[in-house]
């Protein structure tokens, strides 16, 4: 599944619209051409709902958010909703101020996401405002908030994806755990947002949200593993990431793979 | 031409003023440096005026507009007019939704820029506003809109620079043609900004603009097929292609151009 | 002094609020990842008092400014005074434009910095608004601007931390000199923005602001070099800098340390 459906990310090219945050456009755009996909960044409030026209999904991460941008993706998500693609929301410090997390949860509201992939902290501060976050970096494990996933899941009608040392996406009570990934990642701004952009991706080629977040995250990890290995520190991991990713085979994934419940 | 232009470049660092978008900032800031010119980026109402006033070319790129930025690329352009630096502008994604291809005739007719550079999807687009183009990629050959450029070469009075896997440049009935280029520069974001960078870079030290726009190209090309050699995939070949871009001499040059016409 | 608190650094992870330029906020990011702090990108007027209240230091640069966003800065940078952490400002481009030069000089006046790291332009553009400077680049050196550094300092109860060939830190009549580093580091786009954060880093976890600015500056200069010498342009610098800023040794740091007066 994995790989055919990457296979049809890299003939068909799908178009992403990201509404993003400005630390990770320039490498999430990397990303997806690295995958195959073919991204657009556009945020103005004139344009946004005529580029989510364009896309086969609509990626919208709140990292450096602010009320014009809050508007451009409400806006690009209805438009999304309206023509049935994908949407990938990316709820990035959800949980660190009030703005972030009414902001996330406001869009949850308006838009109704397809797939909601964080951290732990950002998925439990999307269930129970309540928590306290630091900073957009995640303070709990995917495990931790288990329980909390699948009910944000059950709740919003939607796939959680929640990234980790072991990431776990759950559609109601379905569940899967992928085990790939290292934590040299973490070291790396926006490998998070990236693996939003590349859900997105796969969003776009496959009807199942479920099934495109665990290829997904899956594919993150393995191309991560990977470039782990051929990296001296986080500045050679970034370029790796992009080369691997760029070029892996079938049998890269075959070996590496750690998924259950797929 | 291209080499003793390249040279000028290196030892006059000019300054060159960049209202471009958040995608490509950090990239087009590098490629601007490596090349030898001193970038600056600043897209503040307040302080544009003052900013092109003491640089030595203009580029504007609508990548990821808003509304104050397009007042901002206005405010710029007109002091570049009135100082007769030259102006490159970029018409990303013209033709993808009506803002840009509406912002982008705006800017033609408020800033008449000395240079556009884009796809042919793009420049058709910019000339007939009827085309469908899909997000910010080219859905067309630079060749199949050779006589559209032609035609807004004559109609703004400009020079009309469209890359592809052959670059044309047309100055009226004037056409040169560049074949250098590798198709792994389409899998990185913001080579064509970067192409319309490094073009702002050659018009500040050459007055002829189709020779600065077609300087800019080859060596956009020449640097991109070294680079590639030296690659593993998009990620390497980012860092490579800086290091070649800085360190080029006149036999890769030489040995590499395909130009015709110039 | 430097190796302790790089520990400390290493241990603690402090969480540095930046709210800086969209040319180096991946740069930056990745630059205090790498050191082992970190970073949060948050501009919005409506978060940015909360965010700073989770921060253990804030970066204030100018680089791309506009005035939604020094609203923000002023904010967050009147929190950082009330909760007594510190504060980095770096005037980016100070002198180019009255814009910049009168923000500068408002951001000093509202909220007091604890340091200010800028080059020779910019220092001398904020003690003395007539100076013109080209760009964002440095046209003066930082032993010309040694006087104006140690009059700035007093003026402004801070310390002055002046970037060049020999970095210059001043706090009263106390000064540093350190001679590490590379010209290379001028051919990279925000090796200056960088020296900021990372002076938010050392901030975060030793209380002499003097010390702390000049730990981060030698440590700057010393990964530069290192990074230079197995670099063959500022593409592969870029990256080499992260995986020695990540990985870097004390007797690296020993071996290499060119610093006065600290």
Redesign the interface.
């Given at each position: 599944m994995l790989w055919e459906d990457l296979q049809r990310i890299r003939s068909e090219a799908p178009?992403i619209h990201n509404i993003t945050?400005?630390?990770?456009?320039?490498?999430t755009?990397?990303a997806l051409?690295?995958i195959g996909a073919?991204?657009?960044?556009?945020?103005?409030?004139?344009?946004v709902e005529?580029?989510t026209g364009?896309?086969r999904a609509l990626v919208i991460n709140i990292?450096?958010?602010?009320?014009?941008w809050v508007k451009a993706m409400i806006k690009a998500g209805k438009e999304a909703r309206r023509r049935k693609i994908p949407i990938v929301l990316d709820p990035v410090?959800c949980g660190?101020?009030?703005?972030?997390t009414y902001t996330a949860q406001k869009l949850m509201q308006e838009i109704r996401p397809t797939i909601i992939r964080g951290n732990a902290s950002e998925i439990r501060a999307l269930l129970c405002s309540s928590s306290g976050t630091?900073?957009?970096?995640s303070s709990h494990t995917s495990d931790e908030v288990f329980e909390e996933a699948c009910e944000l899941s059950k709740a919003a009608g939607c796939v959680v994806s929640v990234s980790g040392a072991v990431d776990i996406i759950v559609d109601g009570d379905t569940v899967a755990r992928i085990s790939n990934g290292h934590p040299m990642m973490?070291?790396?701004?926006?490998m998070g947002c990236t693996a939003s952009a590349i859900t997105g991706a796969f969003a776009a080629v496959n009807s199942s949200s479920f099934k495109a977040a665990a290829s997904a995250m899956a594919l993150m990890g393995i191309v991560g593993e990977i470039a782990v290995e051929r990296?001296?520190?986080?500045?050679?991991f970034?370029?790796?990431?992009?080369?691997?990713?760029?070029?892996i085979q079938k049998s890269d994934i075959d070996q590496r793979i750690k998924m259950q419940g797929v």
């Open positions: 178009l945050n400005y630390v990770v456009m320039n490498t755009a990397n051409l690295a073919s991204p657009v960044m556009a945020h103005a409030v004139e344009e005529e580029m364009l896309a990292g450096t958010l602010s009320a014009p410090g660190a101020t009030k703005f972030r630091k900073g957009v970096d973490a070291k790396v701004t926006g990296s001296a520190g986080p500045g050679s970034q370029l790796n990431f992009l080369d691997i990713l760029f070029s």
